[in-house]
C-alpha cells in the first residue's frame, strides 16, 4: 500500500504540474479572470494533498487500517475538489454551460479532505 500511496502521489502531482503549466500557457486569454482563480486553486489544492499522500506514505508502518481510509479520502478529494473546480472553470471554454450542476460536488471534496486530515492526525497519534 506505501508503494501505491506514494505512485498516486506521483501521478497527481505530475498532473497538477500539467494542469497549472496548461493554465498558464494555454488557457490565458480564453478563460475569464475569475474562471483562471478557480483553475488556479483547484490547482493549489491538489498540490497541497499531493504533498499530504506522500507524508502519509511515510506514516504506513501501522495503523494500515487508518492509512488506507487516509489515502482514499484524499485520493477522491482531490478528485471531487480540484475535478470539478476544472470543469466548472472550463465549462464556457467547452461549450458546457449546464456544468454548473456539479457545483455540489467541489464541498463534498472538501469535506473529504477535512476527514483525510483529521484521519492522518489519529493516524499519527496511535502510531507507535
Not at 508503494?3 to 497549472?20: D, P, Y
Request: proline letters at 2%; aromatic letters at 14%; a positive charge.
Amino acid at each position: 500500500m506505501k508503494k501505491k500511496i506514494f505512485i498516486t502521489a506521483s501521478i497527481l502531482g505530475a498532473l497538477a504540474v500539467i494542469a497549472g503549466a496548461f493554465a498558464a500557457h494555454g488557457l490565458q486569454g480564453h478563460l475569464s479572470v475569475k474562471d483562471m482563480q478557480v483553475w488556479n486553486t483547484a490547482v493549489q489544492y491538489q498540490f497541497y494533498h499531493v504533498f499530504a499522500l506522500l507524508a502519509l506514505s511515510n506514516l504506513y508502518r501501522d495503523n494500515t487500517k487508518l492509512i488506507n481510509e487516509c489515502y482514499y479520502l484524499f485520493t477522491l478529494g482531490i478528485v471531487f475538489f480540484s475535478g470539478s473546480l476544472y470543469l466548472l472553470a472550463s465549462r464556457e471554454l467547452l461549450g458546457w454551460g449546464w456544468l454548473h450542476i456539479i457545483g455540489p460536488v467541489t464541498p463534498l471534496g472538501g469535506v473529504l479532505f477535512i476527514g483525510g486530515w483529521i484521519t492522518m492526525g489519529v493516524a499519527a497519534f496511535k502510531n507507535k
